[in-house]
T-cell receptor, first 113, second 115 residues
Framework: GDSVTQMEGPVTLSEEAFLTINCTYT??????LFWYVQYPGEGLQLLLK?????DKGSNKGFEATYRKETTSFHLEKGSVQVSDSAVYFC????????????FGQGTRLTINP | GAVVSQHPSWVICKSGTSVKIECRSL??????MFWYRQFPKQSLMLMAT?????????EQGVEKDKFLINHASLTLSTLTVTSAHPEDSSFYIC???????????FGPGTRLTVT
């Protein structure tokens, strides 16, 4: 079945550090890939997405590239801020059929000033 | 745009009672709505998919008689937890999708505590 694996958290960094959160997937079809962010006390928000191989999704300084050859969609940001502290979820959906999202386990990120 | 609301945002109920949670798409029509459950520090687990005007499709292991889902209109879906028990305490999140779109918009969640 389809699945998503994220790097274990929690991750703690200092402000302005470089961030990478690894995400790999297995899918029977040709998935679209997503990163969602959940700030404390809030619902999930779509951070970025990519729908085909080699697409790069970007938003708010975050980037992720759809790598079909390595089945990966790693999230990166060059300089994190305290306000980036949240839980990040990698997810996929297979285009054909139902729109079900399959989530990774989430990575809690804390940025210290 | 694409705002989804949930009500209530939190609820405490006694064991054995039933609780209804509403999910509304405020500025778009949602042909499909999803209900998830999130345990502390864990990922979201899809419970069921509901399409407007038809019966919900439940994921394996989810009791359909315990978690009643109704999607009576294009902007409203409800989840009723029947005969709630402490193990049903969790964070319930809904999402909504527009027709022919793979993008889901999430509600802020409802925290249920069963005492």
């Amino acid at each position: 079945g389809d699945s998503v694996t994220q790097m274990e958290g929690p991750v703690t960094l200092s402000e302005e550090a470089f961030l990478t959160i690894n995400c790999t997937y297995t899918a029977t079809g040709y998935p679209s890939l997503f990163w969602y962010v959940q700030y404390p006390g809030e619902g999930l928000q779509l951070l970025l997405k990519a729908t085909k191989a080699d697409d790069k999704g970007s938003n708010k300084g975050f980037e992720a590239t759809y790598r079909k050859e390595t089945t990966s969609f790693h999230l990166e940001k060059g300089s994190v801020q305290v306000s980036d502290s949240a839980v990040y979820f990698c997810a996929l959906t297979v285009i054909q059929g139902a729109q079900k999202l399959v989530f990774g386990q989430g990575t809690r990120l804390t940025i210290n000033p | 745009g694409a705002v989804v609301s949930q009500h209530p945002s939190w609820v405490i109920c006694k064991s054995g009672t039933s609780v209804k949670i509403e999910c509304r798409s405020l500025d778009f029509q949602a042909t499909t709505m999803f209900w998830y459950r999130q345990f502390p520090k864990q990922s979201l687990m899809l419970m069921a998919t509901s399409n407007e005007g038809s019966k919900a499709t439940y994921e394996q292991g989810v009791e359909k008689d315990k978690f009643l889902i109704n999607h009576a209109s294009l902007t409203l879906s409800t989840l009723t937890v029947t005969s709630a028990h402490p193990e049903d305490s969790s964070f319930y999140i809904c999402s909504a999708a527009q027709p022919r779109s793979y993008e889901q918009y999430f509600g802020p969640g409802t925290r249920l505590t069963v005492t």
